[in-house]
């Protein structure tokens, strides 16, 4: 069996560090180590249009911007396809025949679908395109036949949403859907980077975000401005690294020759959070250490970014060519699908032989009677 990638964004904004962490980094380390036979990278813009009926405006110009920020991390078109969901309809298709392998009440029950419903406060007025999510996700998924998702903990409830149709398919319709497996991080912290306030999770909506395309300026300004601990109020008090989003991030981003060369009084992140423990650390220092941290992480990014920002027309070539390749690949599923299920009716030779052969049957049983 091939070793087959699937996975995307929704494109209601620019990416961001939680984006980086979380998904966007490790998948080029995956594209670039040549275990998979195929990658395929998908710009939701189908399913973003669910919470943004009223405003298609605000896809239609994130489209791109999503897209440099995929080529300014090193996703490269020639070892990964990167399309657009709207531009391949057999999703639609898929999506319309899995609907009925799900109940309202599951979909109702699944934890990722509870917390966005939450967030985006739909209460009662949620959109049936909204809440059948997991469904045209696990359409996206099978269509490319992917084994491997790389996601953030926060989409496991959507994978497995995925496994379940496919079994659920496959047990009706004989083996046909590849069942899918989740690949997280392998830093824990990179799971879910929490917002620049100390809230949950990084998210555009609550505007809590560094961009990966903001410039140097914003960068030291969002940092500077960060979370941390609240009790922290004087150098000599001892700090709280736990729950702190600078300490948080130096997680995830800190490596040991960044303390050499910005911060070389300390070996490595323990024991820089062994001193703010225990008191005698100021915030500002260790803010303007995650700041060089940060500005030499995204700096080439953000050339990179630049540098495609001036072929905005071979973007979108790339993306028509993504589209029209995984439209090729997701026809194949679809004529598959609709093979298991027996609705290929025009192909069915033994069907079409099977009911020539009744109505002659008939016609001759009714000459016999007359």
């Given at each position: 069996?091939?070793n087959?990638?699937l996975?995307?964004d929704?494109p209601?904004g620019?990416?961001h560090?939680g984006?980086?962490?979380?998904?966007l980094?490790?998948?080029?380390?995956l594209q670039?180590s040549?275990k998979?036979d195929?990658?395929?990278?998908e710009?939701?813009?189908a399913?973003a249009?669910?919470?943004?009926a009223?405003?298609?405006?605000?896809?239609r110009q994130n489209i791109?911007?999503?897209?440099?920020?995929?080529?300014?991390?090193g996703?490269?078109?020639?070892?990964t396809?990167?399309?657009?969901q709207?531009?391949?309809?057999e999703?639609?298709e898929?999506?319309?025949?899995?609907?009925n392998?799900?109940?309202l009440s599951r979909?109702?029950?699944n934890?990722t679908?509870?917390?966005?419903?939450?967030?985006?406060?739909f209460?009662?007025?949620?959109p049936?395109?909204?809440?059948?999510?997991?469904?045209s996700?696990?359409a996206?998924?099978?269509?490319?036949?992917?084994?491997?998702?790389p996601?953030?903990?926060?989409?496991?409830p959507m994978?497995?949403?995925?496994?379940?149709?496919v079994r659920?398919?496959n047990?009706?319709?004989?083996e046909?859907?590849?069942?899918?497996?989740a690949?997280l991080?392998?830093?824990?912290?990179?799971?879910?980077?929490?917002g620049?306030d100390g809230?949950?999770?990084?998210?555009?909506?609550?505007?809590n975000c560094i961009?990966?395309s903001?410039?140097p300026?914003e960068?030291?300004e969002?940092?500077m401005?960060?979370f941390?601990?609240?009790n922290h109020?004087?150098?000599?008090?001892?700090?709280n690294?736990k729950?702190n989003p600078?300490?948080?991030?130096?997680?995830?981003?800190a490596?040991?020759?960044?303390f050499?060369k910005y911060?070389s009084?300390y070996?490595?992140l323990d024991?820089?959070k062994?001193?703010?423990e225990?008191g005698?650390?100021?915030?500002?220092?260790?803010k303007?250490?995650?700041?060089?941290v940060?500005q030499?992480?995204?700096?080439?990014i953000r050339?990179?970014r630049?540098e495609?920002?001036?072929?905005?027309?071979?973007?979108?070539?790339?993306?028509l060519?993504?589209?029209?390749?995984a439209r090729?690949?997701a026809?194949e599923?679809?004529t598959k699908v609709k093979n298991a299920?027996g609705?290929?009716?025009f192909e069915d030779?033994?069907?079409?032989?099977?009911?020539?052969l009744?109505?002659?049957?008939?016609?001759?049983d009714?000459?016999k009677?007359?």
């Amino acid at each position: 069996m091939k070793n087959i990638i699937l996975t995307g964004d929704r494109p209601t904004g620019r990416l961001h560090l939680g984006h980086f962490v979380g998904s966007l980094s490790q998948r080029v380390e995956l594209q670039n180590s040549g275990k998979f036979d195929e990658i395929y990278i998908e710009i939701a813009d189908a399913q973003a249009t669910t919470d943004n009926a009223d405003n298609i405006e605000k896809i239609r110009q994130n489209i791109i911007e999503v897209a440099l920020d995929y080529l300014a991390c090193g996703i490269d078109p020639k070892k990964t396809t990167i399309f657009l969901q709207s531009q391949v309809p057999e999703l639609c298709e898929l999506t319309f025949y899995y609907l009925n392998l799900v109940t309202l009440s599951r979909l109702e029950r699944n934890p990722t679908v509870k917390q966005e419903i939450k967030m985006r406060g739909f209460k009662t007025s949620i959109p049936v395109g909204f809440l059948t999510y997991p469904i045209s996700q696990a359409a996206d998924i099978t269509a490319f036949n992917a084994n491997i998702v790389p996601v953030g903990d926060d989409q496991l409830p959507m994978i497995e949403q995925t496994r379940e149709i496919v079994r659920s398919f496959n047990s009706i319709y004989g083996e046909t859907l590849v069942e899918p497996k989740a690949v997280l991080p392998e830093n824990e912290t990179c799971c879910r980077l929490p917002g620049l306030d100390g809230k949950a999770k990084m998210s555009k909506s609550l505007g809590n975000c560094i961009y990966l395309s903001d410039s140097p300026e914003e960068i030291e300004e969002k940092v500077m401005g960060m979370f941390t601990d609240p009790n922290h109020l004087k150098v000599t008090d001892p700090g709280n690294t736990k729950n702190n989003p600078v300490f948080i991030y130096l997680e995830a981003f800190a490596k040991e020759e960044h303390f050499k060369k910005y911060l070389s009084e300390y070996k490595n992140l323990d024991e820089l959070k062994a001193h703010y423990e225990k008191g005698g650390l100021g915030d500002m220092k260790v803010k303007r250490f995650l700041n060089d941290v940060l500005q030499e992480t995204l700096e080439p990014i953000r050339k990179r970014r630049e540098e495609y920002q001036m072929k905005i027309p071979e973007v979108y070539q790339i993306l028509l060519e993504g589209s029209q390749k995984a439209r090729k690949v997701a026809f194949e599923t679809v004529t598959k699908v609709k093979n298991a299920m027996g609705i290929n009716y025009f192909e069915d030779l033994d069907l079409i032989n099977q009911q020539t052969l009744k109505f002659a049957k008939s016609k001759g049983d009714n000459t016999k009677n007359n």
